[in-house]
């Protein structure tokens, strides 16, 4: 698309733009502004690196009062794009009705997108700032809902982000 709105069809293409010489060298120049630039490193595990407000760790359950927010809805399994998450829903005599007999996350499949954190209706499942994840096998690295419930105390710089910028 040009600048006004125009779509450019290849005919309208001068011959160096066509060859993508210009193209190419304004990749070559972003490169070598880089390569220029000061260089930092962390000292890992000695100095941790704090990720931004915007950063999308690990995925978490959040739960209140000791009551998961999760009603099963099973949006975020459908979502996601790696087929990570497996929720199976039952029901419960609290208001909400339903909640997640099962709530699993492949924590090798998932590609930490945060779909599953933009579609959910209720905050139930976010993006946390935890990035320190090792697994041994592929079992461990099945994350069931003892290890994905945090407290929604402990999530709230994460929900009141939630709340400003969606």
């Known amino acids: 698309m040009g600048t006004n709105g125009n779509i450019i069809r290849k005919k309208d293409l001068g011959f160096w733009q066509s060859i993508y010489v210009p193209e190419i060298l304004k990749g070559l120049r972003l490169t070598i502004t880089q390569m220029f630039k000061p260089k930092f490193t962390y000292e890992f595990p000695e100095v941790r690196f704090k990720p931004p407000e915007v950063f999308r760790g690990r995925p978490v359950l959040v739960e209140e009062n000791g009551v998961e927010r999760c009603v099963a809805c099973g949006l975020c399994s459908r979502v996601c794009p790696a087929l990570a998450i497996e929720v199976q829903a039952g029901e419960t005599e609290l208001a909400k009705e339903r909640y997640p007999i099962k709530f699993e996350i492949n924590m090798v499949r998932c590609i930490f997108c945060g779909f599953c954190e933009e579609v959910c209706p209720e905050e139930a499942i976010i993006m946390s700032n935890e990035y320190l994840l090792a697994f041994n096998n592929q079992v461990e690295a099945v994350f069931g809902k003892e290890k ?11 929900l009141e982000w939630l709340k400003v910028n969606r």
């Open 148 to 158: 994905l419930l945090k407290s929604a105390a402990e999530m709230r710089p994460r």
